[in-house]
């Protein structure tokens, strides 16, 4: 498995730039001088749930008796529909109820960073790396660092950027992510056409 590839599709799942709006709104009702500690009790949650989901991937999908052109042909399917999302948003279902006081574990951590287009493809990740488990814990680390560096500078990133630039940066990382689904798709569908020895 190639590591920087897995780095980029993980980071490209998990959506930071898209989720800044998201972040910064539910943060809106916390105090001022609790936002930062907020952040980093959420980010930290994530990378919990994606550690143990990481380590729990391959034994369930041996419980399940998923073969790993399976686990590629559908993960490049739920792939292509994330980027669909990223590039052609749906505002009514993304907006929700506002909640009210400090966020706890939901929404921030869970779904926005460790959600389940993540968790299924670290799923894909555990498949293609057959038993290698480091190479896919340090891609979901690096993937997660990368996505915590974002969303803790979420202020200034869209003072800079505004919300138009950081949709411009949205539909980008999902077309890229189109790219590398249809990969995934193509190569699960080759190892499954192969002709049996």
Do not use: C
Not at 32 to 44: A, D
Not at 89 to 105: N, T, W
Request: net charge neutral; proline share 6%.
């Amino acid at each position: 498995m190639d590591v920087m590839a897995a780095v980029v599709t993980l980071f490209l799942v998990m959506d930071p730039l898209g989720n800044v709006p998201m972040f910064l709104s539910v943060l809106k009702t916390v105090e001022p001088h609790r936002r930062r500690t907020v952040l980093l009790r959420e980010i930290g949650f994530a990378y919990v749930v994606l550690v143990i989901f990481a380590l729990l991937g391959r034994s369930l999908l041996k419980f399940l008796g998923l073969e790993p052109e399976a686990v590629g042909i559908a993960g490049g399917i739920v792939l292509f529909l994330i980027a669909l999302r990223m590039i052609f948003p749906d505002h009514g279902a993304a907006s929700g109820d506002a909640l009210q006081g400090e966020p706890f574990i939901v929404p921030l951590a869970i779904p926005l960073v460790a959600g389940p287009s993540t968790l299924a493809t670290l799923l894909l990740l555990e498949s293609a790396s057959g038993n290698a488990l480091g190479p896919v814990m340090l891609a979901m680390t690096v993937a997660w660092a990368l996505s915590a560096v974002i969303l803790l500078s979420s202020t200034s990133l869209f003072r800079i950027l505004g919300e138009r630039g950081l949709i411009a940066m949205e539909r980008l990382m999902g077309m890229l992510l189109v790219m590398v689904s249809v990969q995934m798709l193509i190569n699960g569908l080759r190892a499954s056409l192969r002709p049996i020895p």
